[in-house]
């Protein structure tokens, strides 16, 4: 009996065939986890990119910052090409690309590039940094709980990237999850 369970487990949980160069067959890889309906006009490639910091309606100041609480500027980061990446622990098609994530930016810092992931309506900074520690990830993570940065980037899915040059204009906005050859 449990031979039979097992031949049986594996044969409905192995795909039938794949979807390699087949016309109109939908692509299996992870696509964004879409949080709110797209903003009418969304950043634009060649405009200013938005500093990490918003205007709240009492005339505060709400700053992205990083884990440990220290501020995030996107004005001291001038001069290198940013990556921006907003993204969720729980978020599967997130996930997917942190492997990516880690391992392109620890090759190209040495070359200028900056990663900043910003991790979005989580439950606190220790939950994130838990997660950063069990995947070693070693670039710069912003804590945006409350979606201010997110939104002022016109994000309206999980995860989005934003392309930085080293003048702090948008040389590319990707709202799906990336794989190293995008």
């Known amino acids: 009996a449990v031979i039979v369970a097992g031949v049986v487990l594996v044969g409905i949980t192995t795909p039938l065939g794949n979807t390699a160069n087949v016309p109109g067959a939908v692509d299996p890889r992870p696509t964004a986890y879409i949080l709110s309906s797209p903003p009418p006009v969304g950043l634009q490639v060649g405009a200013t990119a938005p500093e990490f910091e918003v205007a709240d309606a009492d005339g505060s100041t709400y700053q992205l910052a990083d884990l440990n609480g220290a501020p995030i500027r996107l004005a001291d980061l001038r001069g290198k090409a940013v990556w921006v990446n907003f993204w969720t622990t729980w978020c599967p098609p997130c996930q997917s690309e942190v492997p990516i994530l880690r391992d392109l930016a620890a090759r190209y810092r040495n070359r200028g590039l900056e990663l ?11 939950d994130v940094a838990a997660y950063a520690a069990r995947y070693t990830l070693g670039y710069t993570i912003g804590f945006d709980g409350s979606g201010k940065i997110f939104h002022a980037y016109k994000a309206f899915g999980l995860p989005t990237q934003v392309f930085i040059d080293e003048n702090g204009v948008i040389a590319s906005i990707v709202g799906a999850p990336l794989d190293e050859a995008g």
């Open 116 to 126: 900043v992931a910003i991790s979005v309506q989580e439950t606190s900074p220790a």
